[in-house]
Nanobody
Framework: QLQPVESGGGLVQSGGSLRLTCGAS????????IGWFRQVPGKEREPIGC?????????YYVDSVKGRFTISRDNTENTVYLQMNALTPEDTAVYYC???????????????????WGQGTQVTVSS
């Protein structure tokens, strides 16, 4: 059972960058496609993008982050990264990672056997 652990959040000025890390307290990330999600108070958690578990490591991003965010993975380190550039206050949220079904042309969804959301990591972008 994959238990993800997110880290790397913080306070950054608008236009700045952060790199988030998704690790695992149990389970092996390399076996799964991994997606990133974010949630603001009062709203549902929304997908940002994902990276496949296949050799091509294909990725998908929602329009709001395309060109600014990049997902990568290092299977030797059991880690997935979310590089976030050109941040805006609208990116302020708690960010989560999860094992997902990673589609080519639509947002990812959590795998049906995934039920272990981590605590997430807070990203705050000041204007």
């Amino acid at each position: 059972q994959l238990q993800p652990v997110e880290s790397g959040g913080g306070l950054v000025q608008s236009g700045g960058s952060l790199r988030l890390t998704c690790g695992a307290s149990s389970g092996t990330l390399a076996y799964y496609a991994i997606g990133w999600f974010r949630q603001v108070p009062g709203k549902e958690r929304e997908p940002i993008g994902c990276i496949s578990s296949t050799m091509d490591r294909s990725t998908y991003y929602v329009d709001s982050v395309k060109g600014r965010f990049t997902i990568s993975r290092d299977n030797t380190e059991n880690t997935v990264y979310l590089q976030m550039n050109a941040l805006t206050p609208e990116d302020t949220a708690v960010y989560y990672c999860a094992s997902v079904v990673c589609y080519d042309s639509k947002p990812p969804r959590p795998r049906r056997d995934f039920d272990s959301w981590g605590q997430g990591t807070q990203v705050t972008v000041s204007s």
